[in-house]
């Protein structure tokens, strides 16, 4: 059996994750998120926690949430020990035809914040990609 992935030309680098980096406000170094959950608008995706009760906890390591690939925007909301934060992203999105044995891809791209109530959410990369390299960092 032969896969279409081990064909050279379906190689898909496009990817529905959306890579949050929280930081440190004072020295811009990784911060631990402690949080209860993460929930995707519109959606009944639950991100990470799954029970509403335990805290989760990441270690200076990103967020990493998907987006929805059939519309042009997400909105979030993260669920956290003392009140809770919304963010918003819109995106463009545009299908690459990889071949007849492959299919296509969905690639989303121009990443941009439609609203948030963080202090300080920056995007550092606005193409969302297999290699899920960081595409929003938040200071606090």
Sequence with gaps: MVSCLDDPDCIRNADTALVIQFKRLLDGKNDTLV?????????DSIFYGQDPDVLDTLW????ILSVNPYA?????????PVLERSLSVEYDRSARFIGDDCGSEVSINNLRISTTD???VRVINPILSAARTV??????
């Design 135 to 140: 595409n929003i960092e938040i200071y606090r």
């Design 72 to 80: 042009t925007s997400t909105a979030f909301t993260i669920y956290l």
């Design 35 to 43: 949080f209860y959950r993460v929930e995707a608008s519109g959606t």
């Design 118 to 120: 963080f202090d300080s």
């Design 60 to 63: 200076g390591n990103p967020l």
